[in-house]
């Protein structure tokens, strides 16, 4: 391996050491808590996971002695990227390494396709030494193929069994541990000996419940996010010149633009759980945006910054109709492909769509609307995610505004900039609080497979108290589990967590928005990460945790 | 003032005390150095400013107690934001406050205009309090309003008059400082008996030479910048399946572009002054890009990154003639304006040009030929900045890449995504190094003026060692200019500095560029500015400053 130059910030946390809770330094036991039952659909639940479903909370606390067998792993990144995945694993190997030294710990390259194809490197502590404390998934590669074929599961218990590996530890979202549960309950029925082991990651942070306080990740790129947009907002303060517009990654779930508006208190947060749930047209949207920047342009104030979620677009039920309508119109449909200019095929579609989706497409701006008919992926399908939903907002507001001007309701500038926040966050150098974290999941991961377990999620709670008071433990995963209907078939699946409008971060932001509208506005600079100073600048989990617990 | 909400970060870093010359700890004494000439035309310098022309460098060292003169003085910001603004501030404030209790500060608000237009506040010091060691120019804003004008001057020294300010303090980049001894050659002339000093501002980086070393700001803002950098790398090397396009602010010159390349080790960074040198074309550039991701493709690496500067529409010539011909032909031309679709305003404008700009026009993406022709500002002229020169980029290196595809000659996938990186980095909170040097900067003015001194520009120099060893002093403005032609007008001017192509900086990035090209490239990650760990974390200058003092 060629040594990598590195940035004095790489070398100095080459040498942190992540925070683990007591209760794992030295002598652990293993104790079991009440058995289990999935949040909803038991009786389904229960009969697709018979060996897995049911099982016992687990809590590892000080304990005496013991030995463990001898256990070979596996480790998988599944999916996008999320900071502190190298901890994860630099917390399995350490924790394998101290639980028996004999055990071995292997990585399948490139995200569970390499356990389906073969290919692997064994992670020794020379290797894992590169990425200590590192952002990123580059130490074996990440990849989005899904595990759930039989097929799959059965040339992984090959190379399971050809390497001696008795467990699997996927490192994913909400997908990937319902696929690790389904493996976990296969590899059970088939005797195969094979542990699956699930750790909760994404930067999304919607893989959370009851007994996952959040996904790891989402910690570190809000906070990145955050600092861009104080910064921004700083900006917005001294020139007094723009709105910008900051559209932030976070997929359906608006968990990311949430915690970033309470991190940085902005003029305006769209919360997409909120249009859904109060039904809101775009053009509602477009109106609450105007009164806010109508009313600071009454007090001379010509800027200001707002917050859009990336899913925003599927949120407003028109849009999502419209989408439907076209997909169904548009895919493999020879016609319109053969049809020559751009009018021409928009013309086209205007014909073909119920009079209330042609009355929302003709009021769309153009780019946008040429995005939605010609931009189709290879099935003739809408992409969605390409929809730059800050400049479809930015070209509608300008235009409700030109009206107010004419009718003198409106007497301020209006000049904008856009931006879009994602890929900036997910390979951040992890904050001390998800290295502690994913180092701490990785150890208790190691700790289940040497308890034998299978079909459990690592745990690590208690987060918003010091590290050294987190509690380790396993949740199964079938407890996280309900019925749901994707792409047109009922499975079972971990629930995604959508933003509750009941939850205390909403109410918090929902209490104090119109605050931080008006002309006094309320900015917040969170500057950048962290890791060295006083611990309330370094160590402070997400306001979106300390909001959930109380604080 | 409503009292600001804080992040954590915010209320640690009101408590930094910076860092400033040992020389300036206690009594100072002011030596005089050699006179000064200016860099050229140092005839046509002299007659246009003879009370300020081949004044001595001045610097400070320890002394004896000395007694100073009472100073009203007043404070200006000029132009776009740069990190550090508010220390220069904090820095002139304590440095007046010591010199003579009963000295003032005040701040003109919203920029020169302030001046002219007397709108101002007293700075007291609840006021600096809050702004100690913070990003922005919100204190009393900023504003773009060039001081040229002799009616303007005259306005200035009424309010001077008014308020008893012995002296103006201009904050800004090289235009401003120009300006600002224009105005220090006038008043002495007038005999008012106020004194000008300039201080070196800007992210740019393009204001420095002999004597300064570097502009405040360009150090936080390419540390911004060059962690976003590093974090897009590692998700680059991650995922293995993007290219990532990043434009970076920096107007013409391509310090900052350069500096991030130095922190980061990108694939592929374009600077614009060895294209101009190397009278480069908009396909030469293609080309080379189109070189290393092929080159990447055959080792079966679909990804990676490219930095580009804002400025680089500028430095083809090609581009530049087909711009100024553009601006001839359609600056109010009614013609153009009464045709009625976009088609036929294309035909209108292929027919008018040079052969030569007509096919390079052809030759161009759609997309960049419309904004070309139809996104112009009110006078009609092309509006430059706002070319989105990443997307460009992307859409010729597509098109060339299929063509080799086509050919055989290219097997790889080719994915984008595109950034641009500005507004995030202009207000950062200032790094330990902007917070000292212009806390420094500012101390030094206010020992400038409580010396009477005029003209002069605020020097702090010997910046590669620690803020103790700096040296402080004066720099007569006029030392630094020469004669341009401006809009058509030869103009007394400080000197703009490009990149030098036999600078160290220049010469390192290309001595290693093919290196971090390869298929085995060489990221660095640099992560975010810290302010509280090991000093070869927090107080390391920019790698260019270091380069070109031979580290």
Not at 94 to 101: A, C
Not at 235 to 244: C, I, R, V
Request: hydrophobic share 40%; net charge neutral.
């Amino acid at each position: 391996m060629k040594p990598m130059t590195k940035s004095p910030l790489q070398i100095a946390r080459a040498e942190y050491l992540p925070k683990i809770p007591t209760s794992l330094n030295g002598d652990v036991v293993l104790t079991k808590g009440a058995d289990t039952q999935s949040v909803a659909d038991q009786a389904e639940i229960k009969k697709l996971f018979p060996q897995t479903y049911g099982m016992p909370l687990l809590r590892f606390e000080r304990g005496v002695k013991k030995s463990y067998p001898v256990k070979n792993v596996g480790v998988i990144l599944s999916g996008g990227q999320a900071p502190g995945g190298h901890n994860v694993i630099s917390g399995l190997f350490d924790g394998l390494q101290k639980l028996n030294p004999e055990n071995k710990l292997y990585g399948f390259l490139g995200g569970p396709s390499g356990l389906v194809e073969h290919k692997y490197i064994e992670l020794t502590k020379q290797i894992v030494a590169e990425y200590r404390n590192t952002g990123g998934f580059d130490i074996i590669g990440s990849g989005r193929t899904k595990l759930e074929e039989e097929w799959q599961f059965d040339k992984g218990a090959e190379i399971c069994k050809k390497l001696n590996i008795n467990a699997i530890v996927i490192i994913g979202g909400d997908d990937s541990n319902t696929n690790a549960c389904v493996l976990a309950e296969y590899y059970l029925q088939k005797n195969t000996g094979i542990q699956v082991i699930g750790c909760p990651k994404t930067i999304d942070g919607d893989l959370k419940n009851e007994m996952i306080e959040t996904s790891f990740g989402f910690d570190t790129a809000c906070k990145v996010y955050a600092e861009l947009i104080g910064n921004i907002q700083r900006d917005a303060s001294s020139a007094k010149k723009y709105w910008h517009f900051i559209r932030l990654m976070g997929r359906s779930a608006s968990h990311i633009t949430l915690e970033c508006a309470l991190q940085s208190q902005p003029n305006i947060c769209i919360i997409s759980e909120e249009v859904e749930a109060k039904n809101m047209t775009l053009n509602n949207i477009v109106e609450d945006i105007v009164k806010v920047i109508v009313n600071r342009a009454n007090f001379g104030l010509n800027f200001g910054t707002i917050l859009i979620p990336e899913g925003l677009i599927e949120f407003i039920p028109a849009m999502k109709k419209l989408i439907a309508e076209l997909n169904d119109l548009l895919a493999n449909n020879e016609d319109f492909n053969s049809l020559l200019t751009d009018d021409v095929k928009r013309q086209y579609v205007k014909a073909m769509l119920t009079a209330e989706s042609c009355q929302f497409f003709r009021d769309l701006p153009k780019g946008i609307a040429s995005q939605l008919t010609l931009d189709r992926d290879p099935h003739g399908n809408v992409q969605v995610s390409l929809i730059e939903t800050e400049k479809l907002l930015i070209e509608m507001v300008a235009k409700r505004l030109a009206q107010l001007k004419a009718q003198g309701e409106y007497k301020g500038k209006f000049a904008t900039i856009n931006h879009f926040f994602g890929y900036e966050g997910r390979c951040a150098i992890p904050s001390n609080f998800d290295a502690n974290y994913c180092y701490s999941l990785g150890y208790t991961a190691a700790l289940l497979i040497s308890e034998g377990k299978t079909g459990y999620m690592s745990s690590i709670s208690n987060l918003t108290a010091p590290a050294e008071e987190w509690i380790a433990g396993g949740v199964p995963i079938t407890m996280m589990m309900n019925i749901e209907r994707r792409n047109g078939v009922m499975k079972p699946v971990i629930q995604k967590a959508l933003v509750k409008l009941d939850g205390e971060p909403f109410l918090f932001f929902s209490k104090h928005r119109n605050d931080w509208a008006d002309e006094n506005s309320n900015y917040i600079y969170p500057g950048p990460i962290q890791y060295f100073g006083p611990s309330a600048v370094c160590d402070q989990p997400t306001r979106t945790l300390l909001l959930e617990k109380g604080f």
